[in-house]
């Protein structure tokens, strides 16, 4: 098993920033690709981040490209998002999740092991 626990979130304004963390532990983090994932009210779960277990590849969706960056730090067991520009349309619940590393790590479905989730709220 793994278990993951998010924080870093919070109340921001538009264009500001935050780092949202993710600590594992359990089974070797080194054995997982990592992803973010967010849900909105009403919508549903969104894939917006990923990164392998390396650290070496990693994937976004179009609606944070440019503005979000994943990291990780297997020395400490903790995957990091790095969210700048933020927007309204960036409020949401946000989750970190880990997939097995033979899995494709893009493919939402991948994602076995997920964290409570923290609240983002970005006001306009």
């Known amino acids: 098993q793994v278990q993951l626990v998010e924080s870093g979130g919070e109340l921001v304004r538009a264009g500001g920033s935050l780092r949202l963390s993710c600590a594992s532990s359990g089974r070797p983090f080194s054995w997982y690709d990592m992803g973010w994932f967010r849900q909105a009210p009403g919508k549903e779960r969104e894939l917006i981040a990923a990164i392998t277990w390396t650290g070496g590849t990693t994937y976004y969706a179009d609606s944070v490209k440019g503005r979000f960056t994943i990291s990780r730090d297997n020395a400490k067991n903790t995957v990091y998002l790095q969210m700048n520009s933020l927007k309204p349309e960036d409020t949401a619940v946000y989750y970190c999740?880990?997939?097995?590393?033979?899995?494709?790590?893009?493919?939402?479905?991948?994602?076995?092991?997920w964290g409570q989730g923290t609240q983002v709220t970005v006001s306009s």
């Open positions: 999740a880990a997939a097995d590393k033979n899995r494709s790590f893009r493919y939402a479905p991948s994602y076995d092991y």
